[in-house]
């Protein structure tokens, strides 16, 4: 074996032996024992709540165990396609080296993607994320703008099996969206999907111009914790002024035929969230508190944080830039303007192909939190 190639190999296995020191493999496989037990009760779905959390929790940890355990077998058997590659001669050899050369640059990247697991540390990164969009500048594009991205993420989301819920979507009236919250679940959401929130920016040419000019339009992407009971937040029914009213949009039959929908006004903060995707009035209710809850959580950590930064004589936070461009004429690329992470293929992107801006989203935030 080349000594680039062992050298290559050596440093691989230091990390993987690192991903498996942190995700303890043992407690690991004992987690997974424990809940194993707990969904086999019979009585676990009286709690659906419960027994969802549990599910989801077992299928995660199976899904990491079996990974790392998958890892560490590619990476003991790269030694032995080397071996038979060089037994070859000829063409052979030259293929079978370079089928060898193949299956390590994406072992490596595999290894890669599993480390930025373990990075995602963070109070409350292992819960699930609900995610906020709204269109910014750009009339009609942005709009347009904010349910593409709404789309990009549920793509993304799908391709991984993780749950989505769409708690609210207030659709524009020429096209797209005003708004739109929903939750990603599936343990470290938002551990990993935080590093998308701020202003994602499109440039491309507008299918609403009749002149076929270029339009820059902006969108907001805010990502919150779900609230869980040991957070302590509790909300005043008397701060709280609840309207109902009638769905609009696209919502089905049973939608739109009652007054369903619920806003919540928070008066003491005046932060105002609203849910129409349930058929009961009820149930968005239910709904609408989990997301003034997040909110609330959010500005309980906004202050902690403000006060930890004036003690540390910190300039404070960049999250609400400006973070990642997506261009489509005069050509085509997406760029992130945190991490220089860009890809040419704003297609595959908007489809959900995000994994990449992720990771290197992850890696930029431990080093900046480093330095």
């Known amino acids: 074996m080349q000594p680039d190639v062992q050298a290559d190999l050596e440093a691989l296995d230091t990390t993987l032996t690192t991903v498996e020191k942190v995700l303890d493999l043992d407690e690991l496989a ?20 419960h027994a969802q959390k549990v599910t989801s929790e077992l299928s995660h940890a199976q899904s ?5 355990r998958e890892l560490r077998s590619r990476l003991d058997d790269m030694p032995v396609l080397y071996e038979i590659a060089e ?10 080296l370079a089928d060898a050369d193949a299956e390590r640059s994406t072992l490596r990247t595999d290894i890669e993607a599993m480390e930025v697991k373990t990075m995602l540390a963070g109070e409350y990164d292992a819960r699930d994320a609900l995610v906020n969009i709204r269109s910014g500048a750009g009339g009609v594009d942005a709009a347009d703008w904010a349910e593409m991205l709404m789309r990009m993420y549920i793509r993304w989301a799908e391709k991984h099996d993780y749950g989505v819920e769409v708690y609210d979507t207030s659709y524009a009236e020429e096209a797209g969206l005003k708004s739109a919250t929903f939750a990603v679940k599936a343990p470290y959401m938002y551990g990993t999907l935080s590093v998308e929130m701020g202003t994602h920016r499109l440039v491309r040419i507008s299918p609403f111009d009749n002149q076929g000019r270029r339009q820059t339009s902006f969108a907001e992407v805010e990502v919150l914790p779900v609230v869980e009971t040991t957070d302590h937040i509790d909300i005043d029914e008397n701060d709280l002024r609840v309207d109902v009213y009638r769905s609009s ?34 149930q968005n209710k239910v709904a609408a508190m989990k997301v003034l809850q997040a909110k609330l959580l959010e500005v309980k950590r906004k202050e902690e944080r403000a006060e930890m930064d004036a003690l540390k004589g910190d300039g404070g ?55």
């Open 30 to 49: 004992r987690r997974i024992d424990e809940l194993e037990h707990q969904a086999a009760d019979p009585d676990l779905w009286n709690d659906q709540e």
């Open 249 to 282: 949009g696209p919502g089905g039959q049973s939608v739109n035929t009652t007054d369903s929908a619920v806003r919540l006004t928070h008066i003491p903060t005046g932060i105002v969230v609203t849910c129409q995707n349930e058929k009961s009035q009820l």
């Open 87 to 96: 037994d070859e001669v000829g063409d052979a050899q030259t293929a079978a």
């Open 64 to 68: 990491e165990l079996r990974r790392v």
């Open 317 to 371: 936070s960049s999250w609400g830039n400006q973070m990642r461009s997506y261009v489509l004429h005069p050509y085509q690329m997406v760029k992130d303007l945190r991490t220089e992470f860009e890809v040419n293929n704003p297609s595959a992107v908007l489809d959900g192909d995000l994994d990449g801006f992720i990771e290197a989203g992850i890696r930029w935030r431990m080093a900046t939190q480093d330095g």
